[in-house]
């Protein structure tokens, strides 16, 4: 049986099982900032994002997956070790925000947090979706102003921090980062999840631009390893690299 790259095949199972890189954030001293906005980025109504995460601290503290430098994107773990999402229009009004109803707190485990929303409804209807691991977790805080589009376009995007002066660091492994603004899947349809994530709970191919869950690439798609930190396959420019990063201990293939 044929081999390509980034993909094996289980003993006794005709399916290939991705292997995914990992990249180590030590929570002290390394992140990511694009140094401008992401190339294209525009304001829309609806967002994908997906990442596999593991918590190596930070516990009761404020840590970053992804921010913008205007702060109306933010994709966090809270001090009270909540995953959250805040989308904010051009005016800093919060359009919608949701978080896991679970605490999440450093351990080996890799969770795969899938989200999407789609904030042009009136207020109590906006969409929102947030799986961990395949089991939907989560709770609407704020969904009370009229239909709008979120403020995606910003100076500067961070990965592992709240902003390219490096706060809110991230501890843990990173893998396979996407995030789609203007993009939307339904993530009640099981089938919707597997474009992101297998039955079995095992990583799966996104292409080599993560174009293949919705036939769009992302603006953002961080698959590399450490060597690679900074390489976006996506659509919206490379990210520079600040402190050293090293693979993670291990992956979530």
């Known amino acids: 049986m044929a081999n390509f790259p980034g993909l094996f095949f289980k003993s006794g199972s005709g399916s290939p099982v991705y292997t995914a890189n990992a990249v180590d954030y030590n929570g002290a001293t390394n992140w990511l900032n694009r140094g401008a906005d992401f190339t294209g980025n525009v304001d829309s109504s609806t967002g994908i994002f997906s990442a596999w995460v593991r918590l190596d601290g930070g516990d009761s503290t404020t840590i970053y997956l992804l921010g913008a430098e205007?702060?109306?994107?933010?994709?966090?773990?809270?001090?009270?070790?909540?995953?959250?999402?805040?989308?904010?229009?051009?005016?800093?009004?919060?359009?919608?925000?949701?978080?896991?109803?679970?605490?999440?707190?450093?351990?080996?485990?890799?969770?795969?947090?899938?989200?999407?929303?789609?904030?042009?409804?009136?207020?109590?209807?906006?969409?929102?979706?947030?799986?961990?691991?395949?089991?939907?977790?989560?709770?609407?805080?704020?969904?009370?102003?009229?239909?709008?589009?979120?403020?995606?376009?910003?100076?500067?995007?961070?990965?592992?921090?709240?902003?390219?002066?490096?706060?809110?660091?991230?501890?843990?492994?990173?893998?396979?980062?996407?995030?789609?603004?203007?993009?939307?899947?339904?993530?009640?349809?099981?089938?919707?999840?597997?474009?992101f994530i297998s039955l079995a709970g095992e990583t799966v191919s996104l292409g080599a631009d993560g174009s293949t869950p919705t036939g769009i690439a992302p603006i953002y798609y961080s698959k590399g390893n450490a060597a690679a930190v900074a390489t976006n396959s996506g659509t919206g420019g490379n990210m520079t690299a600040s402190g050293v990063f090293n693979d993670c201990s291990t992956t979530p293939s």
Do not use: M
Not at 126 to 155: E, F, I, R
Not at 165 to 185: K, T
């Open 70 to 195: 205007n702060g109306h994107v933010q994709i966090r773990r809270t001090n009270t070790n909540l995953f959250l999402f805040r989308l904010l229009d051009s005016g800093g009004t919060v359009l919608l925000a949701f978080q896991t109803v679970v605490t999440y707190i450093a351990g080996a485990t890799w969770y795969n947090i899938l989200a999407s929303w789609d904030t042009n409804f009136i207020v109590g209807n906006k969409l929102s979706n947030l799986y961990v691991n395949n089991v939907s977790d989560k709770t609407v805080t704020t969904d009370s102003v009229l239909a709008g589009n979120v403020d995606y376009t910003s100076s500067d995007y961070s990965v592992g921090s709240v902003n390219a002066a490096g706060a809110s660091l991230f501890d843990g492994c990173l893998s396979e980062l996407y995030f789609a603004p203007g993009q939307y899947l339904d993530f009640t349809n099981a089938t919707n999840r597997q474009k």
